[in-house]
């Protein structure tokens, strides 16, 4: 095959959508920052979300297998338990490894648009 | 005020809609790296799109004020040059800096999940 090596040079395919979605990033970030799980109210809390939002978000990375949740009792109280499982982990550092990529490009691309700006008149910032 | 601090600590409001959507994404990255403009047929290479999904795109991001588009000819047939305008060049980089916090965070998390998890008894990878 002689495909142009440049095809989807940009495509970034590896951006699971599933895991891409902002309050998800926040939701799974979160989770793998805190190995041994986070509750409910401590995890609406670290990312901003609403209860509804918080609920609708855990319920798509559950059904996906990502996170793991466990409603049981703290001190006579109800309590939900969120995890991230070993699949999600998986998941997100693959997610991950393309991130930094993008990262990578972005910052080597800014970078030379610095470089070229004064030639196309475009007054510094 | 003594708001805690870790409230939306992985929220990640920066992280801009309209840029982090991941075809968006790879149009806007694909534009900062060519800063003099790419044709349609170039840009659809680079991003892995079909006409239809380029197209949408390009028409929120224009409508959005972060991408020109300039219909004309080149060797007598049609051709759409697109670049990044200097709101979107400016609108990227802000979402940039967001999005190097993200990998910090995530990467930090990971490294400290990798440390964590013998302890939680998972066997390693």
């Given at each position: 095959?002689?495909?142009?090596?440049?095809?989807?040079?940009?495509?970034?395919a590896?951006?699971?959508?599933?895991?891409?979605?902002?309050?998800?990033?926040?939701?799974?970030?979160s989770?793998?920052?805190?190995a041994?799980?986070l509750?409910f109210?401590d995890?609406?809390?670290?990312?901003?979300?609403?209860?509804?939002n918080?609920?609708?978000?855990?319920?798509?990375?559950?059904e996906a297998g990502?996170?793991e949740?466990a409603?049981?009792y703290?001190r006579?109280r109800?309590?939900?338990l969120?995890r991230?499982?070993?699949?999600?982990?998986r998941?997100y550092l693959?997610?991950l490894a393309?991130?930094?990529?993008?990262?990578?490009?972005?910052?080597?691309a800014?970078r030379?648009?610095?470089?070229?700006?004064p030639r196309?008149?475009?007054a510094?910032a």
């Open positions: 095959m002689d495909e142009d090596p440049s095809t989807g040079r940009f495509a970034y590896g951006l699971d959508r599933l895991i891409h979605e902002r309050a998800r990033l926040s939701v799974l970030t989770l793998v920052a805190h041994k799980g509750g109210g995890l609406k809390h670290l990312c901003g979300l609403t209860d509804g918080l609920s609708r978000h855990l319920q798509v990375l559950q990502l996170v949740i409603k049981g703290d006579n109800p309590h939900t969120c991230i499982s070993a699949e999600g982990r998941r693959d997610y393309v991130l930094e990529q993008v990262v990578r490009d972005a910052a080597a800014a030379q648009d610095l470089v070229e700006a196309r008149g475009l510094p």
